[in-house]
């Protein structure tokens, strides 16, 4: 099964939630009026987590409604999908 890599720019996140409204399961509003990645781990700036197949077209509509772009998807090759 093919896995995918999405990174996440927390610090430009503007708090708009509409992630979460698509994916709750993986993005969760912050107390800091931004949202986290779950499972997400810390690569630098950005928080990075590996998905598969399964989970992808929620994690693309997730990176396709955000307004400031933030969410990046990667194939296994480094291709960006989104």
């Not at 992630?19 to 990645?37: M, Q, T, Y």
């Not at 994690?59 to 194939?75: G, L």
């Amino acid at each position: 099964m093919a896995k995918y890599k999405v990174v996440f720019v927390r610090k430009d996140c503007i708090g708009a939630f509409a992630c979460v409204a698509v994916h709750a399961e993986r993005w969760i509003p912050a107390d800091d009026g931004k949202v986290n990645l779950t499972a997400g781990e810390q690569e630098g700036d950005n928080f990075v987590v590996w998905i598969d197949e399964k989970e992808l077209p929620k994690m693309k509509e997730s990176a396709e409604v955000c307004p400031v772009n933030v969410i990046h998807i990667y194939d296994e090759s480094g291709k960006q999908i989104i």
